[in-house]
């Protein structure tokens, strides 16, 4: 990513979503703070206000633009389990109307709003449907056709009611992965399949395979026909990028881009200048002035959708993998990413060191920094021996800034100069955990025969040594570290056990905690104690000491059930349980639990967390809303909010400052409140 910048500046106040409360958001809402970015999937531009975009991303988001790109704001689109917008359509005759198409691991479709993206309903015709593509007839703007994986629909009626106009006996034509309209005659469709492309020429009566001169079984990912010679037809595949003068009737395949980078996700012709095609690879954009003859790399990062601005012809977004949104100015010579607002990131872990905040993004094993409290955050580096590594989980030491602990599913690592080059630790497991002292010992003398006293030397200090083993986690699920006295003390939670050490990870011992193999979580005071909750295979367990001694706690639901443990900031405040099934109270550390608080419905708490220090104020998540309780968790309200659906993993506090919330999300990467 060579030309893009690697700051997310600022954060985005969330504007109003489409969710309508009793009394109206308060000043201190949530906003979206980033890091800004992650991967866009689809884009479309309002051709009546080319100011106003639509980018969709996966994690069923959708944002919407409103000054060219500048700033983003989340539409409230349906959420969907690995949902993924892949096509947007803006009604050409009326700019409040958007139609999204959306694959998903359970009930894709297509969703639709008449209100500028504030209410969604999903179109009943393609109901569980995955829908891959959209477009809209340009000499009848009325017509919409959709290409979904149960075949090509259609609408007549600007998406009021759908009729499927292929051939469902025709096992060719079931996936459809791209569509278009001749420019002239709307009654000419292109399908694309997964294996070569088909045209109709009469609404979709009759269809015809149309892929002479194409490479056999070619993805067709995407169709564009040109609006003023409608016999002239590019098609982006798997093979590469064809182009044909004749609607279709024969294919001619367009040298000149690498191999490497042949997988071309869209082709596109530059609006102002005729020749000038577009093409959008897993390895970047391409760009040629001669019709596909010679092309020049424009950027190498994956473009997955691209839109022109039709008042602006030199103006051109590009849809990114793991980039965002980008955008040129000058026909694609420079592009620069314009994310702010835009994020599609799952943060796994956050952590304090010294003033700066850490964060890794999940689905990449990314580092991004903030030195602002979480207000803006910009891209850290990753050192060379971090490279091809995907980080899980990090962890700063509290007495050192420069210290930290970050760790990938099967190995740890340790930087000493905050950040800039990394070391793998070895894990070596200390056979007796607790060695006898060091011993000064006087340094022997020198044999001598005469008589007179030997001469006594300095002292030195012998170090016994430390029998260990090695030991090699396949799992390592957390990192955390905090203070006793004088002492940092770090655990890494992993499927061998929780290990512990007192010397920053020269030395290890696993804490024994009965009936337990597997350590997956640890839940901590925000100000350290001494107490601290452990999540393992076994079920709940407790410390009151920093972690040398664990008791189990008895709990009715099993580990698995439990999202988050809320530990009080003292134990006049009931431990705190967020679960599947609602969330639980404890009044006895744990041994007894009371489930359902009173204003907490008994649904899935995702997570939950104490908001100030005498342990009166505390946070739930319940279904992406928040609740408060201003008596330790026995009563719970709604907060007001304009923001309709998080999906937060966990609440947090840095280093006990209670004026700042944070809410760490599996896609909208991390928010916060005052």
């Known amino acids: 990513m060579n030309r893009f910048s690697q700051v997310f500046p600022g954060a985005l106040a969330l504007v109003a979503l489409g969710l309508t409360f009793a009394a109206s958001a308060p000043v201190a809402d949530w906003t979206i703070a980033g890091p800004f970015g992650g991967t866009a999937t689809a884009l479309a531009i309002d051709g009546n206000h080319p100011n106003v975009l639509l980018a969709g991303a996966r994690n069923s988001l959708l944002f919407e633009s409103d000054d060219s790109a500048t700033h983003w704001q989340p539409l409230n689109l349906p959420k969907r389990t690995l949902g993924e917008v892949t096509s947007i359509l803006i009604d050409p005759q009326n700019s409040d109307h958007f139609l999204v198409g959306m694959i998903a691991g359970f009930n894709p479709g297509l969703f639709d709003s008449h209100n500028h993206g504030k209410d969604w309903t999903a179109v009943k015709e393609l109901r569980d449907v995955g829908v891959r593509a959209l477009a809209f007839a340009p000499s009848k703007p009325s017509r919409f056709v959709a290409g979904t994986l149960q075949g090509v629909m259609l609408s007549d009626d600007a998406g ?4 499927r106009i292929s051939d469902p006996q025709n096992p060719e034509m079931v996936g459809i992965t791209a569509v278009a309209f001749d420019t002239k005659n709307p009654d000419i469709i292109y399908a694309g399949t997964p294996h070569l492309p088909w045209r109709t020429s009469d609404g979709g009566k009759t269809w015809d395979s149309i892929h002479t001169g194409m490479i056999d079984d070619s993805d067709v990912f995407s169709i564009y026909v040109d609006p003023a010679a409608p016999n002239d037809v590019f098609a982006s595949a798997c093979s590469g990028i064809y182009s044909t003068t004749d609607r279709g009737d024969v294919w001619h395949k367009l040298l000149g881009i690498p191999n490497t980078s042949r997988r071309t996700h869209v082709v596109r012709e530059d609006p102002a200048l005729p020749g000038t095609i577009y093409a959008g690879t897993t390895l970047g954009l391409f760009k040629s002035t001669n019709g596909g003859s010679s092309w020049r790399t424009l950027n190498d990062t994956q473009v997955n959708s691209l839109a022109f601005d039709p008042s602006q012809t030199r103006t051109m977004y590009l849809a990114l993998e793991y980039e965002g949104v980008g955008k040129s100015d000058n026909s694609g010579e420079s592009i620069r990413l314009v994310n702010d607002g835009f994020a599609d990131r799952n943060v796994s872990s956050v952590t304090t060191s010294g003033s700066r905040l850490y964060a890794v993004e999940g689905a990449t094993g990314d580092l991004f920094v903030s030195a602002d409290r979480g207000s803006s955050w910009s891209s850290e580096p990753l050192a060379r021996t971090l490279e091809g590594v995907r980080l899980r989980t990090i962890t700063g030491i509290p007495s050192d800034p420069h210290i930290l602990f970050a760790g990938s599913p099967h190995q740890i690592y340790k930087t000493i100069d905050g950040g800039k080059t990394w070391k793998p630790v070895a894990l070596r497991v200390m056979d007796n955990p607790n060695p006898p002292a060091s011993a000064a010992q006087p340094a022997q003398a020198n044999r001598t025969t005469r008589t007179r006293p030997a001469a006594r030397g300095p002292t030195r200090t012998v170090r016994p040594r430390i029998a260990s083993h090695l030991v090699y986690p396949a799992d390592v699920s957390g990192l955390y570290a905090i203070k006793n006295g ?129 342990g009166t104020l505390a946070y739930a998540i319940e279904y992406g809303q928040l609740y408060q309780s201003t008596d330790g968790g026995a009563n719970w309200s709604v907060t007001p909010t304009r923001y309709p659906s998080l999906q937060v993993r966990q609440l947090w506090v840095a280093n006990g400052d209670f004026s700042r919330l944070y809410g760490i999300t599996i896609d909208l990467g991390i928010l916060f409140r005052e």
């Open 486 to 614: 004088a002492k940092d003390i770090v655990f890494a939670a992993s499927d061998i056990g929780l290990l512990v050490s007192t010397d920053l990870g020269e030395y290890w011992s696993v804490a024994n905690l009965p009936g337990s193999t597997g350590v997956d979580t640890l839940y901590l005071t925000a100000v350290p104690d001494g107490r601290i909750m452990a999540r393992a295979t076994g079920g709940l367990y407790l410390s009151k000491d920093f972690g040398e001694h664990w008791t189990a706690v008895p709990f009715p639901l099993p580990p698995s059930d439990i999202n988050g443990i809320a530990v009080p900031p003292s134990d006049a405040s009931p431990l705190l349980a967020a679960t599947r099934v609602g969330l639980y109270r404890s009044t006895d550390e744990g041994q007894t639990w009371l489930k359902g608080p009173h204003g907490l419905p008994s649904a899935t708490v995702s997570a939950a967390l104490y908001g100030n220090s005498d």
């Open 160 to 163: 009021q009611t759908w009729t």
